[in-house]
């Protein structure tokens, strides 16, 4: 399949949603590093770069990274943490490389506003193929903590061999961009089955609007037993296509950063730009007369069952289950409230302490008892 020039044109609302999980994630990750003494090294990578501004002067993701880096410039400077961003844009069929020039020129530009931090923050442009230059990437992502974009225009990195790699390194994030619809409809042809192995039946039972979800989970289910990579989707959709993000962490504080971006981005289901869940039923009623539940709801009701059924008997439980359904502490909380109001749970403090920070930086665990 041939790419799509995508800087050709202007910026669609999907692809902005897009940028924007990007940029909001880097302004997440950046801090968490540079805050922390014993990281003087943190490398961002982005395989697909564009060359920084579609035709409307619209940012793409080199040029909406780099700012978020350059907001950190007083943390950077205060705790003289090095960021190297590594960027890359190739256009296989071009002799001229247009697109990788704008790119050096762009960037270059922006930086050199910065004069106090020119010292901390190193930029590195490759014009290679991203397949190959990954893997001479992979030791400086194993060696220093990384965030990985991978902004492809297809399906390939996600296969077996490249999924493998970010699973076996610890201090790692990843965002990668894939054509999900693609699979509905080239599914069965050998360029898609190397990538993922999908039968005839369950292409045909996937639904449409859900299928980014579906390569989501499928990606998990090939891990190794008790891996400990986290993985989300969130999808969007541009027309008739359906494209998504897949976002990959062994970190629940990434994951907790992660899913209150989504969830900011859909405050019905956090994980689509339009109504994958048809959220606009929960006003409808069923035959026997009944509401139907929205995706919250249907959450808060497992958990509520999960914590009467002493399944989930503290507040990391509670998070992590929290985390695991793809939902934000928020969400559960809702629920112990609701339960200690009407008398049927116990906890002596004021509030459930079902965050991130109470659970896993604090280790503040308190324990909920049925009544």
Same mark, same amino acid.
């Given at each position: ?10 910026? *669609? !609302?999907? &692809? $902005? ?13 950046? +801090? ?21 501004? *579609? ?21 950077? $400077? #205060? ?12 256009? +296989? ?5 247009? #697109? ?8 270059? !530009? ?18 290679? @193929? ?5 893997? /001479?990437?992979?030791?400086?992502? *194993? ?7 991978? /902004? ?24 990668? =961009? $894939? ?10 042809? @050998? ?7 999908? %039968? ?9 609007? &859900? ?10 289910? #090939?891990?190794? &037993? ?8 969130? %999808? ?8 998504? $993000? ?11 950063? =992660? ?14 730009? =339009? ?10 009623? /069923?035959? =026997?007369?009944?509401? #139907? ?8 009701? *497992? ?13 990391? @439980?509670?998070?992590?289950? &929290? ?49």
């Amino acid at each position: 399949m041939s790419s799509i020039n995508l800087h050709s044109k202007e910026f *669609d !609302r999907s &692809t $902005i949603t897009k940028l924007e999980i990007f940029e909001d994630y880097a302004q997440a990750w950046i +801090p968490t590093f540079v805050m922390v003494p014993h990281y003087k090294e943190i490398h961002i990578f982005d395989f697909f770069a564009g060359p920084g501004y *579609d035709v409307k002067n619209i940012p793409g993701s080199p040029i909406r990274i780099l700012k978020k880096i350059i907001e950190q410039k007083e943390n950077i $400077i #205060k705790s003289n943490t090095r960021i190297v961003f590594h960027l890359n844009e190739y256009e +296989p069929k071009r002799k001229s490389q247009n #697109k990788y020039e704008l790119l050096k020129t762009n960037c270059e !530009r922006l930086l050199a506003c910065e004069h106090d931090i020119v010292q901390n923050v190193k930029l590195l442009f490759y014009n290679k @193929d991203a397949e190959e230059l990954f893997f /001479d990437l992979v030791p400086l992502m *194993d060696k220093y903590p990384a965030l990985v974009y991978l /902004d492809q225009n297809g399906i390939k990195f996600i296969s077996k061999e490249y999924i493998q790699v970010l699973e076996s390194i610890n201090t790692l994030d990843f965002l990668y =961009f $894939i054509s999900s619809s693609h699979f509905k409809r080239y599914g069965s042809t @050998d360029e898609f089955k190397r990538v993922l192995e999908l %039968s005839k039946e369950e292409l045909k039972s996937i639904e449409y609007n &859900t299928i980014h979800r579906f390569i989501s989970e499928n990606i998990t289910s #090939k891990l190794i &037993t008790n891996s400990e990579l986290k993985i989300f989707p969130f %999808s969007l959709k541009k027309n008739s296509n359906i494209y998504g $993000i897949v976002f990959g962490s062994k970190s629940y504080l990434a994951v907790d950063k =992660f899913l209150s971006i989504a969830w900011s981005k859909n405050r019905d289901n956090g994980e689509a730009n =339009f109504d994958i869940n048809q959220e606009h039923e929960k006003l409808q009623f /069923d035959m =026997f007369g009944e509401g #139907k539940m929205t995706k919250i709801e249907k959450f808060q009701s *497992d958990l509520e069952i999960e914590i009467l059924n002493k399944t989930l008997i503290n507040n990391k @439980d509670v998070l992590i289950y &929290t985390y695991q359904n793809g939902h934000i502490p928020k969400h559960s909380t809702e629920v112990i409230k609701k339960l200690k109001k009407n008398k049927l749970l116990l906890y002596h403090t004021r509030t459930p302490y079902i965050s991130y920070n109470k659970v896993f930086k604090e280790v503040n665990i308190i324990s909920y008892k049925l009544i």
